[in-house]
C-alpha cells in the first residue's frame, strides 16, 4: 500500500524516526482541503505510542478536512544545514501516514491535551497545567493521529 523508499541507504530506522517524533517541536499536517486541493498546515505536536496529537480550534479550513477524509500525513524536518561547497543539505526528516480523528469523549481530550502541555511547558505546575487547560477547554479541540506507515530519511552526506 506505501510505496517503498528509493534511496535504502538514506532510510532511518524505525527507532530513529520515532527520536526524531519525540525529539522535534513542530511539523505540517497535510489532509485533503477544499476543491481536491491539498491543504498542508504547520502545527505543534506530541507524540505518544504510535499517536501523534495536536490542538485545534473548534472550526476552520483544517478541522473541515479531517472532517470530510481521515487520511494524513504529517512531516518533520529534524535537521536542514546548508553545505555551499557541496551545493547541497545535510537532513533528516520523517513523514508519518495515518488517520486522524477528533476526540471527542472528555477523557481521551484531557488525557491528550495534557500530554501536549507537559512536552511545551514540562517545568509548570500540574495547578498551573490545570488552570491553562480549563481556561481553553470550551474553545479546544484534539486530534488524533494514529499511524500507518513511517518513513524517515536522511543525507548521504
Known sequence: MFREMRRKKQMLSCEQCEDILRRCTSGVLAV??????????????????????FHSALDGH??????????????????????????????QS??????IRILDRKQEKLDAIKK??????????????????????NTLCMLEMSIEHLTGKRAKN
Open 116 to 137: 501536549l502541555a507537559l512536552k511545551y511547558a514540562p517545568n509548570e505546575s500540574a495547578e498551573h497545567l490545570a488552570l491553562e487547560i480549563d481556561r481553553y477547554w
Open 32 to 53: 485533503s482541503g477544499d476543491d481536491e486541493y491539498p491543504y498542508a498546515v504547520p502545527l505543534s505536536y506530541v507524540y505518544d505510542e504510535g499517536k501523534l496529537y
Open 94 to 99: 520523517v513523514i508519518a501516514f495515518g488517520n
Open 62 to 91: 483544517k478541522l473541515d478536512a479531517v472532517k470530510k477524509h481521515h487520511k494524513v500525513s504529517f512531516c518533520i524536518i529534524a535537521q536542514d544545514r546548508i553545505i555551499p561547497e557541496k551545493y547541497t543539505t545535510s537532513y
